[in-house]
């Protein structure tokens, strides 16, 4: 499951960014490409989060879809198959590009009355 290991490295990122304040939900954009599933990327996100100011907190993924230009038939345009076959003629004769970013694109945080973790 490479869930964990990407999720390690958005934990980083979120507990820069959260600097102990206590974080009640993130959202991370994957691109397609990444093939990854957005049940195992929470399960894996609140084993990798436990003990951290960001335990519990909600994951939202986004997908990303990667573009594909096909050789066979000429069909461009995007797909969320991460295995970016033609749509059109099913050819895996194909030149992909994007669907491979990694970004967290938003924290929230807990009330302040809550306080950092400590």
């Known amino acids: 499951m490479h869930e964990f290991g990407l999720c390690e490295g958005v934990l980083e990122a979120v507990r820069r960014r959260a600097a102990g ?3 009640s939900a993130i959202r991370v954009r994957f691109g397609v490409r990444h093939a990854v599933d957005a049940e195992s990327l929470s399960q894996a996100f609140s084993m990798v989060a436990e003990g ?3 335990a519990g907190a909600a994951v ?3 997908t990303v879809p990667a573009r594909v230009t096909c050789r066979g ?3 461009s ?7 970016a076959i033609c ?4 050819s895996a004769d194909a ?4 669907g491979d970013e990694m970004v967290l694109e938003s924290i929230s945080y807990a009330s302040a009355d809550r306080g950092p973790v400590p």
């Open 60 to 62: 939202d993924l986004v």
């Open 95 to 98: 030149e992909i590009t994007g």
């Open 21 to 23: 304040r206590k974080v």
């Open 77 to 83: 345009g995007q797909t969320t198959d991460p295995l």
């Open 87 to 90: 749509p059109r003629c099913g």
């Open 52 to 54: 951290t100011e960001a």
């Open 73 to 75: 038939c000429g069909y």
